[in-house]
């Protein structure tokens, strides 16, 4: 039998959010500079490598972190002043975060310093009580207040800006929370966990704490001479989208939907898909999730034409591929590559959940060292200029990533660390760890929909075959 969500309640759980307006008061930006001599100058500039400056990574990421008053009891040090003294101590070591970003010859960026620059820090206060807010695991487009943008901001806007803007925002329980926005071409997710972890540790022990020792070594991810583009990289390629998944999505504006997701349904997932393969493959449950979420995205979109080609991204960290030569572990520059599987409409809506993940498997598995300096050198040859949607999901996975551990700044584990609103980009879907200590394995993803299709997508997402059943119609149909 196809469980439908109702039986799959205990393994597929969808989230609520509150639809609630957060007044706030903003008391004071301060900047804040390096408390000691850093290695650069009013002039002086620093390279960016084709992956910390290709389009997908000219954006800020957007994170939250709330903090509960009860771990804030013992605190001497007012909170603002405990994060502004420490953001200050680890600038030094990561100094380049001091600077800004501004565009050379042919679009490149690069970063420079200037006299008075530094990060950013927004003290502000609500009368609200983090109880009004509702369920602080889900995340909710509504805690926008909670992170700073400045008046009139353009959106992707990055130059000339200050590269780690942080929102300090005090609730009338006594709670507080850290809404953070660092430039992604500084870091990728992995860099911004190292760096978060020295501001925690360095906050958390009153003393500067840098483990491991922050890597800059940009100069090794630079283009071959001449370039040698080995690979087709259909990733970036631009499509005239022909068909009505993109139209359909951004005609009003979606809602987001967020699931928390069991280990025994992962567990199930990738059952399902060794049973329906004729050969024996290995498959992470990343392959099988992103395989199954794709494809219900796509049926509960009602994707035309049939015959369209979609493409399915999402992020490969590159670190360990690299050998010749290897980078440091306190490297915190993107290393990422983009990776792509490329089906057709028909294929995903009447193909097996099998045939999905072993386009995912060898997507993942492309990625090498090859393929990363091939993506350099493409970007040097054929700097792409724009984001481009047409025709995709982009997945983006954070299961990995240590926020919680790493957001300990004294006062204990935040009771949610992560983004809060994908509905501006909302081809891009989230997977994101749960926030408890022992989850189980279990993991929450988030996705936009228009609002008609989103009982369909539950339904889809939620109609796993057992493995037994698989087997068992599998044998009446031959």
């Known amino acids: 039998m196809i469980a439908n969500s109702t039986l799959m309640a205990p393994w597929v759980q969808e989230l609520h959010f509150n639809h609630l307006s957060i007044p706030i008061t903003i008391n004071n930006l301060v900047p804040i500079m390096p408390a000691g001599p850093i290695p650069a100058g009013s002039g002086d500039s620093l390279y960016l490598s084709n992956l910390d400056d290709m389009i997908g990574a000219r954006v800020f990421t957007p994170t939250i972190y709330f903090y509960k008053a009860d771990y804030l009891n013992s605190a001497k040090t007012p909170v603002m002043k405990t994060l502004c003294d420490a953001l200050a ?17 042919n679009g490149k960026l690069e970063v420079f310093f200037g006299p008075e620059q530094g990060a950013l820090m927004i003290e502000a206060y609500s009368e609200m009580a983090l109880a009004e807010l509702g369920d602080l695991t889900v995340p909710n487009p509504a805690w926008s207040p909670l992170i700073y943008r400045f008046p009139n901001e353009e959106p992707y806007k990055i130059l000339d800006m200050p590269l780690i803007i942080g929102q300090v925002t005090q609730f009338s329980c006594g709670g507080f929370s850290l809404g953070l926005r660092l430039c992604h071409c500084i870091c990728d997710g992995i860099g ?8 925690a540790a360095t906050a958390r022990t009153g003393t500067l704490v840098t483990n491991p020792e922050p890597c800059w070594d940009r100069e090794l991810l630079q283009p071959r001479s ?14 005239d989208d022909g068909s009505t998944l993109t139209m359909s999505l951004w005609q009003e504006k ?9 280990r025994e349904f992962q567990a199930q ?48 960290n590159a670190r360990q591929k690299l050998k ?22 028909y294929e995903l809506v009447n193909g097996s959940l099998a045939d999905t993940t072993h386009l995912v498997r060898q997507a993942r598995n492309g990625i090498s060292e090859e393929y990363l300096r091939s993506t350099i050198d493409f970007v040097e040859v054929d700097r792409p200029r724009r984001l481009e949607f047409g025709g995709k999901l982009t997945i983006t996975q954070w299961t990995r990533f240590s926020m919680y551990e790493s957001a300990d700044f004294g006062w204990g584990r935040p009771i949610y660390a992560g983004p809060i609103d994908l509905t501006p980009t909302p081809q891009v879907c989230v997977f994101l760890p749960e926030g408890e200590a022992d989850s189980s394995g279990r993991m929450v993803f988030c996705i936009c929909l228009p609002e008609n299709a989103t009982s369909r997508f539950t339904e889809y997402l939620c109609s796993v075959v057992s493995t037994d059943e698989y087997v068992n119609r599998k044998k009446l149909l031959n």
Not at 89 to 105: A, D, H, M, Q
Not at 256 to 261: L, V
Request: charged residues 20%.
């Open 226 to 239: 001449p370039p040698v583009v080995k690979h087709s990289h259909i990733e970036f390629m631009r499509v």
């Open 269 to 316: 997932l990738k059952a399902q898909a060794q049973a329906q393969s004729n050969e024996k493959f290995s498959c992470t449950t990343f392959d099988v999730m992103a395989a199954h979420i794709w494809r219900s995205w796509v049926k509960a979109l009602d994707v035309k034409p049939r015959e369209y080609k979609l493409r399915l991204t999402f992020s490969v």
């Open 89 to 105: 101590c680890v600038l030094v070591p990561y100094y380049p975060f001091s600077g800004r970003i501004r565009e050379t010859k």
């Open 324 to 345: 010749n030569p290897p980078l440091k572990d306190g490297f915190y520059g993107n290393v990422v590559c983009v990776a792509c599987a490329v089906s057709s409409v």
């Open 254 to 262: 979606p809602v987001q939907k967020c699931y928390r997701i069991s």
């Open 192 to 199: 911004a966990m190292q760096f978060l972890g020295a501001w």
